[in-house]
């Protein structure tokens, strides 16, 4: 199964999670602010909104204050100013009974060196006073099989490769039913099958009815799995969508190569088309809605510019992709490979 | 939701109850400590001490030894000295090393890992961390002086004989009763170890380097016996917490001397009290950035 073909889509995939609070946001921020002892100012009024049953892709370039706010989130950084709720509950208060609906993977794998990696789910599980101690063992080897680990379940961690150790953390999350899932990264490190393996297993977790909140510098990996998405950059959250709201704000524009542009500029501009932008020997323009469908859409323009007597070498709609719009929000590119 | 729908949905909703006791994590923490190989190189070297002494006293003269109470000499008389020796040869430097050791990787330990994250976020309240950490020290302490006990009794029992026991007053008490006035002394010293592991616990928590919390915990043992050990800094000494440790001796006289043995207790208890409420006020607003 290949995830790009199957994203999950936000109106398809109507699970509300368990509990009485299912109908609050996952996640909720009110201008969470953390201003570190230097005087560096992390994340800066942040107003996050993580609604239930989304995958919510919380993208921003490395730095631009993702993981303190995961970390602010979850509690083991005290904002400076702001407030958060977590499935409903205000945190701090509600931490005990939040985060025990809660699996999450901070900034990377972090187990002790020599023990395998079962006795450190061992001891993940042991520290949670919400586990069952008879049903551990099958817990921890149902956890290690999904992630692909379980043959290596006897190896010390030290001897695991970065990937091992990334499945690890994510078998972490999965020792107990969870809500919400908070992964900063997840697919960091991995190589191309285990990134598939894994961004299919948040896909099958989100299907089962967890919230998903991920951190991601990768604007692929958003498209590819995520329904809601949110940008920071540098400290500041400067879009919150749904992805396919994004898509949809993003303006088409239709766009003529000709030898002589200024004649096509008259065509466009007889359209009533708009921002009609010239270089050199291309045209573009906002398409808008003054060319609607049921006219003859774009394809009339075509006709109309030859009628005209505009020597035509090329046309085009072009819509811009999600990169387009996020270097709009930004002014700044993402790492899109992988 | 309904069970079945519980089932399809493995949701947080059917998480198991909440345990209000759970001796898990505790258990997962002394797995740590005796199963780590250093600790085990670390519990050699406390056992070799004893091994060392009674061997050195039985191919040896016995001649009268340095600080502390004398018990070198007492060896050839009953094997029971071995551990008591032993004991007093490495409260200044060797269990106090162990101890810091332990104390200082309890929480640095696990930030430099970048597991204390992990912890919290099961989640494991701070003060419950701090609690079983805490016990966990207190557990190593314990298991650490008795070893050198047990290895120190076995190896003079089996080399020099047991029977009556003189003590340091010079009464004569039957064996068993001097096996009991070991177990006194191995409680006292514990409770000593207690407190500079209190100590240990709070440098812990300041720093994300194990080593360091250690050496800083260390040095703060090793000080406090050199200032012990200037008589012009005496209105200093009771407040030093190595001050009363070599007073288990008092615990081999008869009647016990409790002149330097509850005032010791006292300091151990004060030391612990405000050494964790120090850790807990550090710990529990700190930032985790691990």
């Known amino acids: 199964m290949t995830v790009s073909s199957t994203p999950v889509a936000p109106a398809s995939q ?21 201003r570190f002892r230097s005087g560096q100012v992390a994340v800066d009024g942040i107003d996050l909104d993580v609604p239930a049953g989304s995958v919510y892709g ?17 509690g083991l950084v005290g904002p400076t100013s702001g407030q958060h709720e977590l499935l409903g509950h205000p945190m701090p ?25 079962r006795a450190n789910l061992r001891r993940l599980d042991a520290a949670d006073r919400h586990a069952d101690p008879r049903t551990s063992a099958a817990r921890i080897d149902e956890a290690l099989e999904r992630v692909g680990l379980l043959a290596a379940a006897q190896k010390r961690y030290r001897a695991y490769s970065l990937g091992m150790r990334q499945r690890l953390a994510l078998a972490g999350v999965l020792l107990q039913p969870r809500d919400l899932l908070i992964l900063d990264e997840p697919t960091n490190g991995l190589d191309p099958q285990g990134t598939r393996e894994v961004r299919t297993l948040i896909t099958e977790l989100a299907r089962d009815g967890a919230t998903v909140m991920l951190s991601t510098h990768l604007l692929s990996e958003v498209e590819q799995i995520c329904t809601h998405v949110g940008v920071m950059h540098v400290g500041r959250l400067v879009a919150q969508a749904p992805l396919t709201q994004l898509r949809a704000d993003a303006t088409a524009r239709v766009r003529v190569e000709s030898r ?10 007889r359209f009533g088309l708009t921002e009609i932008l010239v270089e050199g020997e291309i045209v573009t323009a906002v398409l808008g809605d003054v060319v609607a469908d049921r006219d003859g859409g774009p394809e009339k323009l075509i006709s109309a510019l030859v009628e005209d007597g505009v020597p035509v070498r090329g046309f085009g709609v072009v819509t811009p992709d999600l990169e387009d719009v996020f270097v ?5 590119g993402f790492d899109v490979s992988g | ?18 345990r209000r006791i759970s001796t898990r994590f505790f258990r997962s923490e002394l797995l740590l400590i005796f199963g780590r190989r250093r600790n085990w190189a670390g519990m050699a070297v406390l056992a070799a001490v004893p091994l060392i002494i009674a061997i050195a006293v039985k191919v040896t003269a ?7 109470p004398d018990f070198l000499s007492s060896i050839t008389s009953n094997g029971l000295f071995v551990a008591l020796a032993a004991l007093a040869v490495e409260l200044p430097l060797f269990l106090p090393l162990a101890v810091s050791a332990i104390a200082g990787d309890a929480v640095a330990g696990e930030a430099n890992l970048g597991t204390l994250r992990n912890l919290l976020a099961v989640p494991v309240h701070r003060t419950r961390l701090l609690a079983v950490k805490y016990a966990a020290i207190v557990v190593f302490a314990v298991a650490a002086t008795a070893l050198i006990a047990a290895v120190g009794a076995l190896a003079g029992l089996v080399l020099f004989g047991g029977g009556p026991l003189t003590l340091l007053s010079g009464v004569q008490v039957p064996f068993g009763t001097g096996l009991v006035r070991l177990v006194l002394v191995c409680g006292y010293i514990a409770a000593c170890l207690a407190a500079l592991g209190a100590v240990g616990l709070f440098v812990s928590t300041l720093t994300e380097q194990p080593i360091g919390a250690t050496i800083a915990t260390l040095i703060f043992a090793i000080t406090s016996h050199i200032l012990d050990a200037i008589p012009q800094l005496d209105w200093l000494h009771p407040y030093l917490i190595s001050h009363y440790w070599m007073a288990f001796g008092d615990l081999l006289r008869s009647p016990i001397a409790t002149t330097s043995i509850w005032p010791g207790l006292g300091s151990a208890a004060a030391y612990t009290l405000i050494f964790l409420a ?6 529990s607003s700190r930032d985790i950035t691990s």
């Open chain 2, 1 to 18: 939701m309904s069970a079945v729908e519980a089932a399809t949905h493995p949701t947080a909703a059917n998480l198991p109850a909440l």
């Open chain 2, 278 to 283: 120090a850790a807990w006020a550090r710990f």
């Open chain 1, 58 to 74: 919380f993208l921003g370039p490395n730095g631009s204050g993702k993981t303190t706010t995961i970390r602010m989130l979850l």
């Open chain 1, 328 to 332: 709009s929000l930004t002014g700044e």
């Open chain 1, 260 to 269: 002589q542009p200024s004649l096509a500029v008259e065509t466009l501009r």
């Open chain 1, 93 to 117: 208060a509600g931490a005990g009974t939040a985060l025990a609906r809660i699996g999450a993977l901070v900034e990377g794998p972090a187990f002790h060196p020599y023990l395998s990696g």
């Open chain 1, 14 to 34: 109507p699970h509300p999670p368990g509990g009485r609070h299912g109908h609050d946001p996952a996640v909720r921020t009110f201008g969470l602010t953390k």
């Open chain 2, 62 to 68: 016995p001649r009268p030894g340095g600080g502390g």
